[in-house]
């Protein structure tokens, strides 16, 4: 007499489990592919829109910083005969007449002289007078050089805070440098760089203008960043990249540790960059949780399909087993053989058939 067959070595259960395997190899890779597409997709469209927000506030950046060495070179152009006459009284008037300076700087405007030292300013500022800038960059820049330039964030020696500043030589009717005007812009008051420090990019990402030059956060969102220093080369992919002149977005970790999707625009006046970041676990939240509902939906899926092909199975192959149990009985010397029954006219029919035949 015939053995039963095990339950895990029966053919329905072979059929089924084969069946199962290949849909859902097939599904699951859809759904792996369908969601990493979806978050390629979404990833290059929220890094174009964060591109084109943070372009904006460089362009914008851009032109506050243009019209403020516009400004400090027409000061100095109109300061030629002031600075050549060189009263003290003259020169101190002649800063207090410049309403555009002081409307621009709001750390104020200083007159210097060619050995460097202040000889007039506005607002007054108690020591000003008579101190030697020719150590700050911008300042010898202008009258070592003969160039404009905006300088390397520092801590002001009278403001006692934050500063960055900017200056602009003066030259005589011979082309000779005699002197400089520079501005001072305030980090710690209201200025044109709160567009930036007063910014939020979503709900928990933010700005940073940085000075790659000196490898200094100029400003940012954070507070906390003004005056900070920037990972040293090697340290930090992301950081490099955007130091050595890379504009666009990617993601990656940022200085605090924190996987970011950011984006970068120079700002070519004063050789800076801005940056906006935004952590990826809000900027992808609608893709993880389309992923996480993708994943509900394949695993309901997956129980429906496995619980309709055993069932399907199950009736299709019930004749045979049937059949498997009646020929079983019949083993016993006690049952004459008979005809088996046909309950469908297809394969099994068939093969029953084909049995039946054999018996007459």
Do not use: C
């Not at 032109?63 to 030629?80: D, N, P």
């Not at 520092?154 to 005007?181: H, R, S, T, Y």
Request: glycine share 10%.
């Amino acid at each position: 007499m015939n053995r039963p067959i095990s339950q895990w070595r029966s053919l329905k259960t072979k059929i089924s489990v084969a069946t199962l395997s290949i849909f859902l190899a097939g599904i699951w890779s859809l759904s792996y592919y369908a969601g990493q597409m979806l978050r390629e997709d979404m990833e290059r469209l929220l890094g174009e829109q964060q591109f084109s927000t943070v372009s904006m506030m460089a362009d914008q950046v851009e032109r506050e910083i243009a019209s403020r060495f516009k400004a400090l070179k027409v000061v100095a152009e109109g300061a030629t005969d002031i600075m050549q006459v060189d009263t003290a009284s003259r020169v101190q008037a002649f800063a207090e007449q410049r309403l555009t300076l002081q409307t621009l700087f709001n750390g104020g405007v200083v007159v210097i002289d060619v050995n460097g030292l202040a000889i007039a300013d506005f607002p007054s500022l108690v020591g000003r007078l008579g101190v030697s800038y020719m150590d700050v960059d911008v300042v010898a820049a202008a009258l070592k050089e003969g160039k404009s330039t905006i300088g390397r964030p520092l801590l002001g020696k009278k403001l006692k805070g934050p500063v960055v500043g900017m200056a602009a030589p003066v030259f005589d009717d011979q082309g000779k440098v005699i002197g400089a005007i520079a501005g001072v812009i305030d980090l710690g008051m209201p200025s044109f760089l709160d567009q930036i420090s007063e910014s939020h990019y979503g709900k928990s990402g933010g700005f940073v203008l940085i000075a790659p030059q000196y490898r200094l956060v100029v400003t940012a969102t954070d507070k906390r960043r003004v005056m900070q220093e920037i990972p040293a080369p090697g340290v930090n992919v992301v950081v490099d990249r955007f130091v050595q002149g890379y504009e666009g977005f990617t993601t990656g970790i940022n200085p605090i540790g924190i996987d970011v999707l950011v984006s970068a625009k120079r700002i070519p006046s004063a050789g800076w960059y801005v940056v906006a970041d935004l952590p990826t676990t809000e900027a992808f939240s609608p893709i993880r949780d389309l992923q996480q509902h993708m994943l509900m939906a394949t695993l309901l899926l997956t129980l429906l399909a496995g619980g309709l092909t055993w069932w399907m199975l199950k009736r299709q192959l019930s004749p045979l087993l049937v059949t498997a149990r009646t020929l079983a009985g019949m083993s016993d010397a006690s049952q004459p053989l008979r005809p088996l029954p046909i309950v469908r006219n297809d394969e099994i029919g068939q093969l029953i058939g084909g049995f039946n035949h054999v018996l007459k």
